[in-house]
């Protein structure tokens, strides 16, 4: 458990005063891949920096206690990954309306699939994924459930 009783609101002043993914340019590559691609990279970028990690810290010492402090487990949803998962749905948008995918195909489960693969990848094995292993998961999980064709040659 956390070592002192203010980290929960610790936490929430923190993601209010400099919120982590803001400062990025929206994504567009024009389809679906790239797009998909670019945001959990940028995802990935953000959680290996100094601050990312500290976040990342905290953040998995809320989710465990997260009835002991739901005001910070809220602003990290709406802080953390509430932009993320907008961005996703974005590109997600864009596709549709470019014919990549059906509008129908543009669920909540799926825009938070790539990033709950991104933080899996580093609660289970320590790291976060690769260039490689980013193109997979769009590749092999994302693309697939969305009814999109992968590009990648396996």
Partial sequence: M???AG??????????????GRDEPPTDTG????????????MT?????????????LIVEMAL???????AAEAIIETLLEPRLDAI?????????????????ITGLLAQTGPALVINQQMHYGS?????????????????????PAEAKF
Avoid: C, N, W
Wanted: glycine share 8%; no cysteine.
């Fill in 65 to 71: 206690h997260r009835d002991k402090h739901p005001r």
């Fill in 2 to 4: 956390l070592g002192f």
């Fill in 45 to 57: 970028a953000a959680m290996a920096r100094p601050r990312g990690r500290a976040l990342y810290a």
């Fill in 31 to 42: 389809q679906l891949r790239g797009d998909l691609i670019q945001i959990l990279t940028q």
């Fill in 128 to 148: 976060l994924p690769s260039q490689v292993e980013i193109a997979e998961i769009v590749d092999r999980v994302l693309l697939p459930a969305l009814g999109a």
């Fill in 89 to 105: 749905t974005a590109a997600l948008r864009r596709a549709a309306k470019r014919g990549e995918i059906r509008p129908g195909a």
């Fill in 7 to 20: 980290s929960g609101q610790m936490l929430i002043d923190v993601l209010a005063h400099q919120p982590p």
